[in-house]
Structure formats: C-alpha cells, structure tokens
C-alpha cells in the first residue's frame, strides 16, 4: 500500500473526503470486506500501534531528567563543584552523594508509578468493532490500521481518523476537538442536494460532513467508516504533537507551587542575610559563602516532589486493591477534597438491575398487545441497547411469550437520541408497514393524538388523559419508570422520506412499567458519606416522582426537587441558589447536569459518578469525574477515577483514602515549613554573636538529609479519625501562621542549646568550635526527628494518636544514623567530633523540656487558630 502524501493532516483528510467508495477502497487498498489478518499485521508494523504522545509511557531516560531537574538538586550539584575546585574533594564526592541518592529514589518512585497506572490502564481497555475478512468482531483500539473498516453505534469513541461509507441518523460529539458542544451530523457528500453541495475550497476537514475524527464519540445513530489515519498521523495525534506536555494547574498543583515558591522564597532571603552576616563578623568570605550555601540547601525541601509523588503513588496502589483506579493521581487528592457528590440514579442508589414489572393499556390493565409492541420495539432496534430494552426482552422470552406473526420483517427505524428521548422501529407485519415508538412519558404524550381502547383507534380528550395520567402516577407511586408504546402505520411512499417527523399523529397503544430497586448498602453508604462532610445531590434524566422515591428510600433528602424545563429558565445566580438547596434534579438533559456541577464547583470541590453516555459532559465538568468499568467508552475516557464494582461504599474508600493521602503530604509539608522557619531565627543569631560557624556546611547537609530521609516513610502513616471526617482544603494561609508560631519555638532550645556550649562547657574558641558544632548537630537531630511527633497529630502522641510502625521505624534509624556519625570516626568525615559524655544530660533535659513547649503551644494553637 502506498503511503499518504506528505502534506497537511487538513489538505489530505479533504482529498481523501472528495473520493467515492471505490476510489477510497483503492487508495487504502481494502475492500468491503475489510482487511485479512495478514494485511492487517503488516499495516500494524508499519504503522505502530493506534496511540497518541500522551498514551505513550514516558521513557526511562525522561524520567531521570526529571529526577534531577528541580533547583533544589542544582544548588547541591553547584555547592559540590565549587568544593571541587577549592579542593574539597570529600565535601564534592559526599554532595554528589546526596544528590545521587535524591535523585535514585525520585526516579524509582516515578518509575514505579508509572510501571503501576500502565498495569491499571490496561485493565480498562477500549475496544471497537471491526470488519476483516467479512467478518466483525471485538480488538483493542490501538491496534487499529489505516484500511479497517468499523462498525459505530450510540456510545463507540471514533477509534482513528475516518471517512464515512454509510450511516443511519449519525450524530457526532466534536467537543474534544471544536469545542462546539452541539452534536454534529455526519452525512455522505452524495446525500446533499444540488442547492447544498459542498464548497471544498471553502470547507475545512473539521467542517467536511463525511470525516470523523480520533477522540471523538458517537451521540446517536449508526454507521460504517474506513480509517485512514492512526497514532500521530489524526488531527488528535497533530495537536497533541504541538501541545506542549504541561497540562492545565488544578487547584492541587497550585497549592504545592505557592508552598514551593514561599520555601524557595526564604531561601533567596536567607542566603544574602546569611553570608553578609558571617562575613562581616568572620573575615572570611569563601567560609561565609560556603555556609550560607549551606543553610539555603538545609532550608530548601528537596524531598518535596518526592514526599508527594510517594503519597499519591501510594493511595493509587491502595485503591487499586480495593477496586479503584485512579487515572490521574492528582485524582486522589480531588477525592479527598470532594464535599459534594453529584450521581445519577440507576446504578449507584439502584441494583442497577432493572426489571419489567408490568405492561396495561390506557385503562391500567394487563394487555398482551402493548408487550407484543414493546418487544418488537426493543428486538429489532439495532443501537444502543439500554437496561430496559434487555429487561424487555428478558421478560418476554422468560413469560414465554410469542409474537402473534412469524413473518415480521424490520425495515426502518430511528434510534433513540438524547433530544428527542424516542426510539422508532417500523417492521413490515400483516402486510403493512407498522411503526412501533417507545420513550419517555412527556415526550410521547407531545406525539400521541389518539389512543387504542377495544382495538378502536380513538381520539385522545382531556378526560381521557387525566385519566392515563393517572394510570402512570400510580405506576410511578409504586417506584416504576414509566415508558409509553405507540403505533403508526407508515405507507411505503412515505418509507422513502422517513425521518423524525414521523413521530407524530401517534396511536398511544399502553404503558410498560420497570423497577430499579434501591441497594441496600446504598442507604449506609450515603449516611456515611453524609458523616464524612459530602452531601449527595442525585443528577437524573429520569421522571422525578420515581427519584423522589429512591432518594428517600436511601436517606437523601427530597421532599423539594427541579426539572430540567425549569432549570431552562433560570439565569445562573438563580439556579446556583437552588443548586446549593436542592438534592434531586430529575428529567436533565446532559448540558443540564453539566451545567449544574459547573456551579456548584464555583465554591465547592464536586464529584460526579456516572456511567451513562450523556454522563460523559458532566464527568469532564466534575472536579472528578468517576465511572466504572463497565461504563460506555467515551464515559471512561472522560473519567478520573474508575471503579470496578459500582458501588457507593466502594467510593467512600476512595474518598477516604483521598484523605488520608493529604494530610500526611500536608504533615510534611507543615513540619518542614516550621522546621525551616526556626532555622531562619537560629542561624541569623549564631552568625550575628559567635566568632565561628554554628554548623559546618556538611554537617547541615548531612543533618537535611538524614531527616529528609525519614521522612519517606510519611506516606504509611496513620491519620486520626477526626482528619479524615471533613473534606481537606488546599490553602496555604494557616501554613505562614503555624510555622510562624511553631518555628521560633524550636529556635528558643536550639539557642539554648548555644548558651550552655558556650557558657556551660565553654566551646567558645575557634580551638572548641569542632564541639560547638558537634553539640548542635546533636540537638538539631533529636528536636527535628521528635518534633515531628508532636506535630504529625493535634492529639497527645502515642497516648491519644499512635505513629505507624513505618514512622517509628524510621525514627530510630535517624537515631541510629546520628548516632554512628556522633560516636564513631566515620563522622570525621563531616568534621563532628566526640562530645563529653554529660553533655547529653543537657541534650536529654533541653530535648524533653522542648517537646513538653511544643505540646502546650500546639494545644493553645488548636483551641486559638482553624488549621486548613
């Protein structure tokens, strides 16, 4: 097969659009039996796999780029060839030691995720509907190539770039690409009248009517393409070449890189202070540098991306066991933020086991004929199949059954679409052509003229219709949706113009009822999602009277609801106010409930939990979208998080896991906020009054990363009960105040500490400074390795909030470390020395007078100050 020209993605799309059938099945060289499996495997070689950019795992080499490429490690990288080149050839080997280290861990982490979302996105493979050898059948989507043929229906993502080669009412979402959100129709180029033919010099292959395009979704109808453009070479592809790889900041991203940038703040502050300070006091400027160097690495949180990489990388490993995938990993922290949750009906609060229950006439009695007609109506539709069409089916064939004719033949029909909320099959049966309509109450009481009573097609009055009116809220009382049936007999003149306006002067023939019972676990679920601070709000297309019911048959409160046609006349700022009131909003179209969550999410953090086709607006509006598994294509590739088991208890997990994840990123966070804050008001003092250097460079190094290094065991951390009651809020207001107040805390025992070296065991001389700095070493590593302790919970630790077995684990080896470096010659390495054995009388009554101040002002701090 010869390739495609190398010209624009848009010149050759309108090309290829200009050709007819033949013409097109010669350029791809296929037929209309599609490709054979041997076709198919050369095209897949030469082509690859049907993937864009952004499908493909970032390579190993990418990842470490990214590992090192964060200024933390380049100040490391630089303070370790400056020591290269003063001499300092254990100081440079020891720094790129630590950088080494951070790096290794970032990238493994990385690593490891990415290798982990690979493994959860292949359990949730998209499949389309291909043609090869005459024959359809199921394969993955990337391993579409240029030539297969492809069989759409309602709910089928457009798999690759495509020229349409037949259809039936096919309406297309281009949202993705256009961002016109009005479905767009797909016709052929032939199928348009003389006064309507085409101006290709004028019209773009977005605007050709017979083009479909990679990402985009089937809304209504069917039809048959041929690809002819996959992986990099569809217009998705094209764009995704020239976007760039940064995607959109959420509200998360946004808190970390204000926390990242006030760090990074007090270090461009600090580093001037420090080394003017030292200078002028010291004389000496290449100390002075080194030092404040070093106090800038030590207040810098180099472990940051990596304390929050490890978190999240966790709660997705821990999701995934309880059946959650987690897309997105930011995805999580949504989860935990989510204080509203809007959901449709069927599915999450029902069995989603929908079951036909009954089928009367007009007059609410039992009557074989409407079954025969929803049957027929439900058999022989060719699109979406919807839980009711199988219950109908299922209910039949069980009852046993038989439809009066063996003979019926389809001929048309029209399939259902979300505007219209009708779906029309005509059958040719007793030597007539019978259209047979089922759909929505509202929506066929607007086509129904007459109704059949003693098989007499009767004129419908408004008696008559309070009365079926009647029929059907008794229906709905019970729990039932309601869809009406309806017949029309359509000549075989009018067959050759049979479109939607057929669907009037109808002859409503009964009412067939279905019930989706309310889960039992969904009633405990919500009560539960209630008591964690997420109020449920349920989003339905469906008849209000049947919602009503269920909502409050599971505890939501629904005793005031909205209809779409009243949400149509409200301005924004009205429909926010009942939007922040209401809980159940029933007959929605999907830009209402999208619409309605783009609102609520103006002063909320909203999730969305469907799985429907018309779901898929209002998922991508969501703060997070969910879905499960089983859901339509285009709904899971609209979704953050998928659940593998529909089920509300099954998310509650999720959101609790969600929060449990923040706040142990915000422990580090908080603790390393303060712990620097502190440093900040020690280091200034020590270099305005001592005639030496408080700390060596190394040994500030050295002291940042052994903490640093604990700290990676934050993410298996228990939470306390009362963090995870409450949605968590990204804000970084309450962290200047707490490491204002927490920060110079510690600086009062770390100068302390200062006087009793100085005063105490006189190291007060350049000849004593080895043992000054050795003395802070040692009181720096107990106070930040304890302090953490006390700050990780608002409770009494260990009596009232037990650190994970992780934690204190971690704990003793920083201890352990310390002390190996204290105690033995491998500290001369980093220039510590010995200390004399009652200086640690002194260290033990300075550690345990300052973790009793620092319980007090965290009690007086919590009664005073609402943390986040």
């Known amino acids: 097969m010869q390739k495609m020209k190398n010209v624009s993605k848009n010149d050759d799309l309108k090309e290829l659009a200009q050709l007819n059938r033949d013409e097109l099945f010669e350029r791809l060289n296929t037929t209309f039996t599609g490709l054979n499996a041997e076709q198919a495997e050369e095209r897949l070689d030469e082509y690859g796999l049907n993937i864009v950019a952004s499908q493909k795992p970032t390579p190993w080499y990418v990842i470490l780029f990214h590992a090192v490429r964060n200024p933390f490690v380049f100040v490391l990288v630089f303070l370790a060839i400056v020591s290269e080149l003063t001499g300092d050839i254990e100081g440079a080997l020891y720094m790129m030691l630590m950088v080494s280290v951070s790096a290794i861990v970032s990238f493994v982490q990385e690593y490891k995720s990415q290798k982990a979302s690979i493994a959860l996105h292949e359990m949730i493979e998209n499949t389309t509907n291909v043609k090869r050898d005459g024959e359809n059948f199921e394969i993955p989507m990337d391993e579409v190539v240029p030539g297969d043929i492809i069989q759409l229906q309602t709910g089928d993502m457009i798999p690759a770039d495509a020229i349409l080669l037949s259809h039936r009412d096919l309406f297309i979402n281009q949202a993705s690409l256009t961002g016109e959100s009005f479905p767009v129709e797909k016709r ?30 089937v809304l209504s109808g069917n039809g048959e393409i041929l690809i002819v453009k996959t992986g990099m070479n569809t217009m998705f592809g094209n764009i995704a070449s020239k976007a760039t790889e940064t995607r959109v900041e959420s509200a998360f991203d946004k808190g970390l890189s204000r926390v990242s940038r006030l760090l990074l703040t007090m270090v461009a502050i600090m580093f001037p202070i420090v080394l003017v300070i030292n200078w002028i006091t010291k004389g000496n400027f290449e100390t002075s540098f080194f030092f404040a160097i070093a106090v800038a690495v030590g207040l810098t949180p180099e472990m940051l991306p990596m304390i929050v990489n490890a978190n999240l990388a966790k709660g997705a490993t821990v999701l995934s066991k309880e059946k959650v995938i987690v897309k997105n990993l930011s995805a999580i922290q949504n989860l935990g933020s989510m204080d509203i949750l809007c959901t449709d009906k069927t599915g999450t609060i029902t069995e989603d086991r929908v079951v036909m229950v009954d089928y009367v006439n007009s007059y609410g009695n039992k009557d074989n004929a409407v079954l025969n007609s929803a049957f027929i109506n439900s058999n022989f539709q060719t699109g979406w199949k919807n839980l009711m069409d199988v219950a109908v089916i299922d209910f039949f064939k069980k009852q046993k059954f038989e439809l009066p004719n063996d003979d019926i033949v389809k001929v048309d029909e029209i399939p259902f679409d979300f505007s219209r909320r009708l779906l029309s099959v005509v059958v040719q049966m007793d030597n007539q052509n019978l259209m047979v309509t089922k759909g929505a109450v509202e929506e066929m009481q607007a086509i129904c003229t007459h109704v059949m009573e003693n098989g007499q097609r009767v004129e419908i009055t408004d008696e008559r219709l309070a009365e079926m009116k009647k029929v059907n809220r008794e229906m709905n009382l019970q729990g039932m949706r309601v869809l009406t049936i309806a017949e029309r007999v359509i000549s075989d003149a009018d067959l050759e113009d049979f479109d939607t306006s057929f669907e009037s002067d109808m002859t409503l023939i009964g009412f067939i009822g279905f019930l989706d019972p309310a889960k039992e676990s969904a009633e405990v679920a919500i009560k539960s999602l209630q008591a964690h601070g997420v109020t449920v709000k349920v989003l339905t297309g469906d008849n209000a009277i049947v919602a009503q019911k269920v909502c409050e ?104 896991e969600g929060r449990k994840v923040f706040n142990n990123m915000m422990k580090y966070i908080r603790i390393t906020l303060s712990s620097n804050f502190g440093n900040v008001f020690s280091v200034l003092i020590a270099s305005a009054f001592l005639p030496f250097l408080p700390m060596l460079s190394l040994q500030i190094l050295t002291l940042n990363l052994i903490y640093d290094m604990s700290q990676l065991a934050i993410p298996w951390d228990n939470v306390d009960e009362e963090e995870i009651n409450r949605p968590v809020k990204w804000e970084t207001k309450g962290l200047a105040k707490f490491a204002a107040i927490f920060g110079p805390t510690s600086s009062i025992f770390d100068i302390t500490t200062f006087l009793v070296l100085w005063y105490v065991f006189k190291f007060n001389t350049l000849e004593h400074q080895a043992l000054f700095q050795a003395g802070w070493f040692a009181e720096s590593l107990g106070t930040q390795a304890l302090a953490f302790h006390i700050l990780r919970t608002k409770k009494i630790p260990f009596f009232q909030s037990i650190p994970s077995v992780a934690i204190i684990i971690s704990t003793i080896c920083a201890f352990l470390v310390g002390g190996i470096l204290l105690f033995t010659q491998i500290g001369a390495i980093i220039s510590l020395t010995h200390l004399p054995v009652n200086f640690y009388f002194y260290w033990l009554l300075i550690i345990s007078a300052y973790l009793l101040l620092l319980q007090f002002v965290k009690s007086i701090y919590y009664k005073n100050h609402q943390l986040m």
Request: glycine share 6%.
């Open 188 to 217: 052929l180029a032939e199928d348009f009248d003389e006064d309507e033919r085409i101006d290709w010099g004028k019209t773009t292959a977005l605007d050709a009517p017979n083009v479909l395009f990679m990402g985009t979704d």
């Open 553 to 656: 048959d599971v505890g939501i409160p629904a005793a005031r609801y909205v209809i779409g046609s009243e949400i149509d006349e409200m301005n924004d700022e009205e429909l926010f106010n009942v939007a922040m009131e209401v809980h159940l909003f029933a007959k929605l179209n999907p830009m209402q409930k999208a619409r309605i969550i783009e609102l609520l999410r103006k002063v909320h953090t909203v999730g969305f939990m469907g799985d429907g086709i018309n779901d898929a607006p209002s998922l991508r509006a969501a703060d997070v979208g969910i879905s499960v598994d089983t859901a339509a294509d285009i709904t899971k590739d609209a979704s953050n998080i998928i659940l593998l088991e529909k089920s509300l208890q099954v998310l509650e997990t999720g959101v609790i």
